[in-house]
């Protein structure tokens, strides 16, 4: 456990001792901002913010979670990848460690960035908070299915950096599949068929949707960790089967 | 302590490791030489458990490298080749975050990192960071890395690489003040190197091991036995000169050799044991009156020993 923590602890000071967090979170936050306030026409068909007069945070969430399935792939994709580019996984495996503290110190390093990105739009809630009178639930619900659905997405990067020694292919591979499983329940739609009910269990984006009406199911909790243990557990696998090659 | 059974590892279809085995007591100093791509950094990367031999195994003081790895990479402190770092940590930070693995306590670890710091000469860059650094310093900071919790086994991929002579003198100086009191194993492809440092040498050839030994035992197994070469001024002939050579008590064989350079008539002269004969090859040639143009004990130097091993 103190590994894992020592291991987490240089991932995020490294995400932030360079300037890749800080752009990345600045891009989040204007993005984010641009969307919440702004109507913009064919891409999200809804009144602006100050039109809408409704005090909720719903479109903000789903904006974060499409910027996330960019974002944090871009986040996850060194984490591996160029440690094996730069020979440094040697070092790191040549200490007194096993591939799974490795990976689960990195996996939370990253969990960190995602927290302090994260963090930063409270401003949101809190300006609702005074201009009206927000549900509580859907804003909690909101939260809590952001990190889980954020999590599982650097879950899913973490995987795709245990793959490959290039960042960019683990880049590419990591939104490939983000992507597919947030908007996979609306493929039968899209190919003019009616709705599966395994798209829907599959889909990201229909698990966070239920969490961030407010109503909290297990189920879908139980997804999302599923999705995190067994992205983890495939990448500390991947990390230990390179030494038999 | 740390023993190597039949190791074989094959990336794909090459193999790197054809069945090496060998045995490192406490307190040695071992120097594995070979060619390129002869299999020593393969079998470094299997002691030290980051890569998994084909077959064979490996154990440090009873304990399986793959079994037990965490308990075998405890003991050992590790240099890898070309010594990766991580460029945006500085030397210090780097040094703790090893530390901090190493499970040094925590008021133990800024002392730990200067006794390091000091050893291998990195006091004055510990504050920058460490992809600022010149090659010398980078190799010295990956040595204090392997050196910060003062391991019973220190395993050196090619710790002198890239170094300028002067470095390279410190720190081969540094390796054998380690090796007075723990296990060195280092790799190079640098003959001189080995002589200077280690008290033993495993040479590698193609995955396998061609010679084990002391530079001297080495020497004396394959280097030929105990020859002398004489060249005498032609005038005297040829024939009695060998003849008379030859009845030297000790003498096995006297043969003429073929040096292009010569302006007498240069002989071979093979001798039993290790005496040395060239104060009685003095004393015939004063006897006999014959112009003695030079006398020397033929050594046939590691360098050529080595070239003959790792040849074919």
């Excluded at chain 1, 103190?2 to 932030?16: D, G, K, P, Q």
């Excluded at chain 1, 292919?169 to 490939?176: D, G, M, P, R, Y």
């Excluded at chain 2, 992809?131 to 980078?138: A, D, F, H, I, N």
């Excluded at chain 2, 710790?159 to 296990?183: A, K």
Aim: include cysteine.
């Amino acid at each position: 456990m103190r590994n894992v923590r020592t291991i987490a602890r240089r991932e995020f000071f490294a995400y932030f001792g360079s300037p890749v967090a800080y752009i990345a979170i600045a891009v989040f936050l204007v993005l984010l901002g641009v969307t919440f306030f702004f109507k913009i026409p064919f891409l999200l068909p809804k009144d602006d913010f100050f039109e809408a007069k409704e005090a909720t945070l719903r479109p903000l969430f789903e904006w974060m979670v499409f910027l996330f399935t960019i974002i944090l792939p871009a986040i996850s994709m060194r984490l591996l990848a160029e440690e094996r580019k730069m020979g440094t996984l040697e070092l790191l495996l040549t200490l007194p460690l096993t591939e799974t503290e490795v990976v689960v110190g990195k996996f939370l390093g990253a969990l960190g960035f995602l927290g302090v990105a994260t963090g930063l739009t409270l401003a949101y809630p809190i300006l609702l908070a005074v201009l009206g009178h927000p549900d509580p639930g859907p804003i909690v619900g909101g939260y809590f299915g952001v990190l889980l659905i954020g999590a599982a997405y650097l879950a899913v990067g973490l995987l795709a950096s245990a793959w490959t020694g290039s960042q960019i292919t683990a880049f590419l591979v990591a939104i490939v599949i983000c992507a597919f499983f947030t908007f996979v329940d609306r493929l039968p739609e899209a190919l003019g068929l009616r709705s599966f009910e395994a798209t829907n269990l599959l889909s990201f984006n229909a698990h966070f949707r239920s969490i961030a009406r407010g109503v909290i199911d297990s189920r879908d909790v139980v997804f999302f960790l599923s999705v995190i243990v067994g992205a983890v557990a495939l990448a500390s696998h991947s990390l230990e089967s390179r030494k038999w090659k | 302590m740390i023993e190597v059974r039949n190791l074989v590892k094959d990336y794909g279809p090459i193999r790197a490791l054809a069945g090496v085995s060998f045995t490192v007591q406490r307190g040695e100093v071992v120097g594995f030489l070979g060619p390129n791509g002869a299999g020593k950094t393969t079998c470094m990367k299997i002691v030290t458990g980051f890569i998994a031999a084909t077959s064979g195994s490996v154990t440090v003081d009873g304990k399986d490298v793959v079994e037990d790895g965490v308990e075998v990479r405890r003991r050992i402190g590790y240099l890898p080749e070309n010594a990766p770092v991580y460029p945006d940590m500085t030397v210090r930070e780097y040094l703790a975050f090893v530390a901090g693995i190493r499970a040094i306590p925590k008021n133990d670890i800024v002392r730990r990192i200067n006794d390091v710091a000091m050893r291998v000469g990195i006091v004055n860059v510990l504050g920058q960071e460490i992809g600022t650094l010149s090659k010398g310093y980078r190799q010295r900071t990956g040595l204090a890395q392997a050196m910060i919790h003062d391991p019973e086994i220190l395993i050196l991929d090619e710790p002198t690489s890239g170094l300028d002579p002067n470095q390279i003198v410190e720190i081969r100086e540094l390796i054998h003040d380690l090796g007075r009191d723990r296990t060195v194993i280092l790799s190079t492809h640098n003959l001189p190197e080995v002589t200077a440092t280690c008290n033993r040498i495993l040479l590698i050839h193609r995955g396998k091991l061609v010679a084990d030994g002391t530079p001297a035992s080495i020497s004396a197994a394959h280097g030929g036995g105990n020859t002398f070469l004489v060249e005498v001024d032609r005038r005297q002939g040829a024939h009695p000169v060998a003849d008379v050579l030859g009845r030297l008590p000790g003498v096995l064989s006297v043969l003429p050799i073929d040096r292009p350079e010569a302006v007498g008539e240069p002989l071979r002269i093979a001798a039993s044991g290790d005496a040395d004969l060239r104060p009685a090859i003095f004393d015939l040639a004063v006897k006999s009156g014959w112009a003695l143009l030079e006398v020397r004990r033929e050594r046939l130097d590691l360098e050529s020993i080595f070239q003959r091993l790792t040849q074919s």
